[in-house]
């Protein structure tokens, strides 16, 4: 298939480039009934925006959704849904400089390689600006799931360079515009990041991912893997370079007797596997993490070569994040949702006629 | 869909446990004229399959494929491969006495939960007996993919527990049990495996995956990108608990500066990225690593409950490996085979009438 | 996969409600380079709009497109494709009284009981109104096609009621609101349609469809087969039947010596199989015959019953078409290139080594 | 995709050449819990297979079906159930003549000219002995089928050449080797078989598929529709070039006076529409009828070429059917089965938090 489009029996279809007069998407397989309306949507995309916070790129997009279709009385119909955003902040103007060169770390070496042309402007479709229809497809799953299960996903930041965010609750996540955890590491935080923009440069991050209250039995053996769904769309998202399900990379160092997660009659005795086992959830918390790399698009300059190969240097100056990492958290949580929309559908086709979820 | 199939447009469907009387699979989509054999396939079968070395499973399978569709005269016709793997060593009764209850780590409970039943022979379908087919489907992709552009994919042991291998030379990887590639360290993986089984305990491994020679341009924006794909399907394999695409993690701490891969008239200056930029392959190699978790099935007794949720304890007593690790090489080489055989056909799909791959 | 999408490597996925604010789709998998801008798709949507003529529903849409993504300067970037048509005219009012009813022969009562709810409001998603994505996309499809190969996918009607319109030319099909092919039949067809409205009443008709200048090789077997798939298009389309491919059902009496299309080195001697043999193409003419129901909505009282079951009777005062076979000629000119083109670029991804297409 | 998979949910994938070791399948998306064993399937396949009257091909193969997984204790565990039918009775030498020419009314040359090559053991691939797999594919989802609804799907042979068949009951139907519907049309059928045998020639045929005690709402509106993957299926048969869901073609001429079926408290009055509405299954019968060409293997010599064109004639002398729509009924049946299956699961899926079916 064409690759616009992830999930099967949830799916969603996106389309929209940087700086086209729009971005939009369809959002298939949504089941009859739910109760839903732009607002339902708006809060994670106001999230993800930027512009919102010194931190972040300075753009201006409102990111208001408009639901074009699937949705009558405020409730969906079962039929496809139409959502739209449309571009206001666009500044093609800053782009015509690099229309004939490759910035390092981006997209447009490798566009203009296997398309034979390009749409410079902003990264055309490889900008994150087309994640913002994930954060509205993401927001449609989050109100489903919650409505059957009361299933919750959240994401924080857990790193960023070398400052390791210590979780202290979730009530702190959404109120700083890092993410953070812990309301105490704020300050330097701050501290960190307009160093980083004073230096114009920019750095990794970690970003933990929780989904809570699921039932067990999501995941198809033994491709569509609840795990491998997982990590498909996680490192569909722009920069992210590594992905872990529970202890991760961490497992290489332990034993069979520390790792494997013992079970009483209480239940498992802890959860080193992430939540999945044998690629089927197991009713415990799903726990990921996934590494991001930092923002291509720094002041430093940088050597690159122009598409006929001549050597020159770049020096980006449109406006860019200079964590990338802090502004992929709604979005990690929005893939998330998505993938496990799609399990929650995928069993009940079948396993439904046992009729659990 | 159903989930046993992985590929869009190669596409591979296997079936099969480990305790029934075959594995087997249908590999969709492989070009016509091909020149293929069993021994062709044979070559990876015998670098998974248990029984070969005291550091493995001592269970002893010749797993010899059979080609029953799509080859003729030695020539694909462009039709269906059919592929069939006898079980010959099945021990079901080793496995009478789990049959009422659930192995920690292993998906025995999660499969009865998601399906009300479960074959508890082996583990059933959750075996990684049913990776023999996949590394058959890999062979084939990778004779198809050496044909076309010499491209070429390999793995390598890069640590178990504490040891790390250090990379000496491709040479070496295929000529000791461990796949390791650097032979003077041999003597310490032996005594370390020799240890842990004599302890009956098991432990974790990472393995690093590289693929060379590739065109540039594969992988489609913005889903089905090379990189979610691949991460698709290395977290597919059992065990699997976290990948990492060129730098991975260690990106966290990078400086966009340090990260971001310059260019010159000569090409990429360095290889951060791993060989994929905005989900597109660059040409350069592709970098992967995996973490692999510890087998769950050790000697050391564990507490689980029964499927009526009694209390009781547990010791494996049948054929096990000390470190799935080893044996995840070819399997992981066959996954990365699969996906990027698919990607040259979707590559040719929508780029077909440039003619370049 | 959820419903709304066509096509597996040339992807169409629309959404929309005839009363909606806009109905709209994302093309996934077009080549880049094609030259392409909204007049392109213009035409064939002037061809299907309602309110051109006497003989067609007065509702007026003048179904302007616009491209939203996926095209720059001009031409296509091999990045998918969005589409919207705003409604202007919709008078939801009208439909107001069938809000608890359901019209006979309409999808009212199957939506209402599938989903437990429906957008009452001009048949919502079941309406004919969806077909103008179809047809945009068609259109975007047929301009590859002719780019290539000179491929060339018309229709025209072939019969109305107990008319038969007996085949000129081409070149007459486009200059009559009827599509025939036969200047000569016009009054004929203008009284039989001006009588039938006068009554209030609908009848069925007959389109046949022909593409030209195909390549040899189009299908997949076993199940992707061309016919399969183009009459999984064709029978998409609401009020379509039956579909028949060369002789169809007049193939019942035939004979096999007088059936198979025999072979002389000048090519084959007849094309009585419609040009696909073993579901692939054989570079003849696909000849295609479509039955259309008579349109369910008239203006003579039918019986029917209110969501409660209480029985009633309806007469349709909505604005419709005498003959929906008539609009139906475009819609199924794009269904038929949207397979075509979809199995071209099928074509590449298997067999792209030998660089044919 | 890659073609030779059936189905989304309720998935069927094939391999399998008519004179290979053995053609075989996977049916992926069972349910776990159903009750089965190879005899379920038998009984069908035994119905399809060749050899055993005088009216059908004298090839004899018994068509021994194995279970190889995704069954255990007679019960289907959720997992993929792999199968596989051995060849026995390959005649391969009577197929040396036709190595280097083009049967005509075959798939030898579009086959041929598709890959570049071509088995051509009778037919290769596009032998219709594939087709038995589909059967016992067939015979899985009825078994399903009827145990969840009492869902019931049956054939039965309306027409061959001028014959028709008159329908008496279906109690008949399985009790003559014509699957005729009607005890005292038998004499005549075997008289017009029996000469058509003796002038080597071949005749087409029409049959009705029904399928009974349907719940309301199986169908995803718009493209997934249940008569365009009913169309889809039925397409895919060798030999079928026409299809109608209900009145199908006789509703050209009917008026929507006629046509629409009216609705009363007791239900709907007539089923012009075949069941089917706007895409949806209504509950009542779903009525098929397919057109099957003659056979194109006949005694009589027929102009063809070789694969370098040289102009030459044939006579067919392998073993043939005289009319290939005989052994089509339960083909058919197992076509509708499949998609009735698989739209059984996607109602669940999207619908099934109402669980109704």
Redesign the interface.
Known sequence: ??????G????V?????SH???????I??????LSLNAQDIQFDLNRRRPGTSRYTSPRSEPDIV?I???V?NE?T??????L?IKNIDQRSQDYEEIKNL?R????D???E???????Y?GG???SAR?TAIRVAAGAIAKKYLYK?NKINIRAYLK????IHCDFKDWIYVNNNPFFCPNPEQITELDLFIRNLKKLG??????VTIIAENLP??L???????L??????????I?AV?????????????????????????QGF?SN???GI???????QPIIMHI????????K?P????TNH???TQIITTGRHDPCIGIRIIPIAEAMVAIILMDHI???????????I?
Do not use: W
């Open positions: 298939m064409a690759g616009n489009s992830i099967q029996y949830f799916k279809t996106t389309f929209g480039e086209g007069p729009a971005i939009g998407g369809i298939d397989g949504v089941p009859p009934g408009e074009l279709s699937g009558f409730k119909t079962g039929t496809s849904i139409g739209i490759y390092p770390g981006h997209a070496y490798t566009y390689k296997k398309y034979g042309l390009r749409d402007r055309g479709r490889s087309e059957i790193q960023i360079g070398h440069n920019s750095v990794g991050a970690k067990i039995g995941g198809e053996p033994v491709f569509d893997r795990d491998a769904d997982l990590a498909h769309a996680l490192m569909s722009n370079k590594g992905i872990e399900i529970g202890d991760g990379f961490s497992a290489i160092t332990k034993l069979g007797s520390e790792y494997r997660d013992e079970i009483t009659s005795q080193h596997s992430g086992l044998g690629g089927i959830s197991t009713g590494a991001i790399k930092p923002t291509s698009s720094i430093i940088g050597k690159t070569v190969n001549q050597e559908l995928r069993f009940r086709a079948q396993c439904g006629d046992r009729k979820i």
